[in-house]
């Protein structure tokens, strides 16, 4: 795909002076890149994937200090994937990533992927790190990595990472798509199958998002959204059928089983 695909990463971190060591990670180009301002850094990284798809992460840098929370508030919002840098050899290093990740979820309440990366080269530091990440994905409920920047498959790793923030942001932008959509169809047609729905979105729609996944994925989307949304789904002839059951009037069940005289009659109070 000869189209770039950019995606905005936020880098959050206890200590500003960690952003030099990513420099290590992401290669010559990412420190001839980087640009600094009052609270934040800014950079970018590509990533050539095995489907031929090439992604640009945008790396906003933002300082952990609490005097840059505006800042790192504007900066954060519309971030499609986290990195925290972690130190544990620096005391309270832990709780204000908890803080700073807190945070960032106050300004983006969503679910995207997450790494843990360990400036530091010593493993029982990595465990540390590894530890950091469990709780982390016990309180978020999905798996978050955490890496040495120096581990031998590093490479690998981000180019995974990268990866789960093209398919997330993916998602999400079809899932919400697909609630527009819906609403407007089911005013003229009563079932539609899956894979026309998929062809009409890739023709109406030309959101880049819309090349970044297969049929197979966005038809698992269509499926999840179709329940999601309260239609019902036809696995025989793998369509929606946009009819929904039509809510019952509590009155006319009162009244069909009183009767309609003993339903009119005036409410009268015994002495």
Request: glycine share 4%.
């Given at each position: 795909?000869?189209?770039?695909?950019?995606?905005?990463?936020?880098?959050?971190?206890?200590?500003?002076?960690?952003?030099e060591r990513l420099f290590d990670v992401f290669g010559v180009d990412f420190e001839k890149a980087m640009t600094q301002t009052s609270g934040a850094s800014f950079s970018y990284s590509h990533f050539d994937m095995e489907d031929g798809q090439r992604l640009t992460a945008q790396f906003w840098?933002?300082?952990?200090?609490?005097?840059?929370?505006?800042?790192?508030?504007?900066?954060?919002?519309?971030?499609?994937?986290?990195?925290?840098?972690?130190?544990?050899?620096?005391?309270?290093?832990?709780?204000?990533?908890?803080?700073?990740?807190?945070?960032?979820?106050?300004?983006?309440?969503?679910?995207?992927?997450?790494?843990?990366?360990?400036?530091?080269?010593?493993?029982?530091?990595?465990?540390?790190?590894?530890?950091?990440?469990?709780?982390?994905?016990?309180?978020?409920?999905?798996e978050v990595t955490a890496i040495g920047k120096d581990t031998t498959e590093i490479d690998d790793i981000?180019?995974?990472?990268?990866?789960?923030?093209?398919?997330?942001?993916?998602?999400n932008v079809i899932f919400q798509t697909l609630k527009l959509y819906f609403n407007l169809d089911a005013?003229?047609?009563?079932?539609?199958?899956?894979?026309?729905?998929?062809?009409?979105?890739?023709?109406?729609?030309?959101?880049?998002?819309?090349?970044l996944l297969s049929d197979k994925e966005i038809f698992n989307i269509v499926r999840q959204a179709i329940?999601?949304?309260?239609?019902?789904?036809?696995?025989?002839?793998?369509?929606?059928?946009?009819s929904k059951p039509i809510k019952t009037n509590p009155w006319t069940d009162y009244e069909d089983k009183l009767g309609p005289d003993e339903y009119n009659k005036p409410k009268v109070e015994k002495l």
């Open positions: 795909m000869s189209q770039r695909q950019i995606f905005k990463i936020a880098i959050l971190s206890h200590d500003s002076f960690l952003f840098m933002l300082d952990g200090s609490p005097q840059w929370s505006s800042i790192r508030n504007l900066y954060m919002k519309g971030a499609s994937g986290i990195i925290i840098l972690h130190d544990p050899t620096v005391k309270n290093a832990t709780e204000i990533n908890r803080r700073l990740l807190k945070e960032f979820v106050s300004v983006n309440r969503f679910q995207i992927p997450i790494i843990i990366l360990n400036v530091e080269e010593n493993i029982e530091q990595l465990s540390k790190s590894t530890s950091f990440a469990k709780d982390i994905a016990r309180w978020r409920g999905y981000l180019t995974e990472f990268m990866t789960r923030v093209k398919d997330w942001q993916a998602r005013i003229n047609a009563e079932k539609r199958s899956i894979s026309k729905i998929i062809t009409q979105l890739r023709k109406i729609y030309t959101s880049q998002y819309y090349e329940l999601i949304e309260g239609f019902d789904y036809n696995s025989e002839e793998k369509a929606i059928v946009y």
